[in-house]
């Protein structure tokens, strides 16, 4: 069984996208446990939230094989993005946490965690991002 420890680790076989997409999915808790299946064509969960490309490296790597798939937790690094985007729309720190389900507390920590810098390059049109 080959366990990935670190994260680095998986995205060197699979390319970062597709680590990124098999760990959110496989959730926070460390040490979830997936059967890689032999062939790389199987219509496999795997190959749908990975995409084909990832799926395939996994499968001439790990084919036949259990692994151990690190977590990672993204919903609070999500929100913290989430909130950037609205506070710099100009949104109150009433109405970001009203939309991103936080107290009016929490925005402003977040909002303090970015408050000295003084350009970020994301682009504040970008409604997707929110």
Sequence with gaps: MRSFQEFGRLADVVGGEAALRLAGFAGAVSGRRVYVPIDGNS????????????????????????IVIPGVQLDSLRTAGRAHALLRQGL???????????????????????????????????????
Excluded: C, I, W, Y
């Excluded at 219509?43 to 259990?66: C, D, N, S």
């Excluded at 009203?98 to 970015?114: D, Y």
């Design 43 to 66: 219509p496999h969960v795997l190959r749908r939230v990975m995409g084909a490309a990832g799926f395939t490296k996994l499968v001439a790597t790990f084919g036949g094989q259990t």
């Design 92 to 130: 109150s720190r009433t109405a970001v946490a009203h939309a991103l389900g936080v107290t009016v507390q929490r925005v402003h920590q977040l909002e303090m965690e970015f408050k000295d810098l003084n350009g970020d390059g994301f682009d504040d049109d970008d409604a997707e991002a929110v």
